[in-house]
Nanobody, 115 residues
Framework: QVQLVESGGGLVQSGGSLRLSCAAS????????MGWYRQAPGKQRELVAS???????NYADSVKGRFTISRGNARNTVYLQMNALKREDTAVYYC?????????WGQGTQVTVSA
């Protein structure tokens, strides 16, 4: 059974930085794409960034130039470096991955940006 475990969320002041990590277990295949979504209160879940096995990357317009997604050296790990955080980045961030057509989701990690 594939499991995605996120870490790295927390409370940060506006303009600060956080780094989210996600590690998948329970599979020997390379999950692709892997990515990050977020859901703010009262809003729909939205894609933040995703990365393919060939390292092609997609960012939401709202985070371009501030967030960086990368794959780790260990198989099926992905990171999200978030800089210049804004209050509107406050949300639950979910790691997501695709493997052989199946979608997998982490439990989510809260990111709160204060004024």
């Amino acid at each position: 059974q594939v499991q995605l475990v996120e870490s790295g969320g927390g409370l940060v002041q506006s303009g600060g930085s956080l780094r989210l990590s996600c590690a998948a277990s329970g599979t020997a295949i390379v999950l692709s794409p892997m990515g990050w979504y977020r859901q703010a209160p009262g809003k729909q879940r939205e894609l933040v960034a995703s990365i393919e096995s060939d390292d092609s990357i997609n960012y939401a317009d709202s985070v371009k130039g501030r967030f960086t997604i990368s794959r780790g050296n260990a198989r099926n790990t992905v990171y999200l470096q978030m800089n210049a955080l804004k209050r509107e980045d406050t949300a639950v961030y979910y790691c997501a991955a695709n493997g052989w057509g199946a979608e997998y989701w982490g439990q989510g990690t809260q990111v709160t940006v204060s004024a």
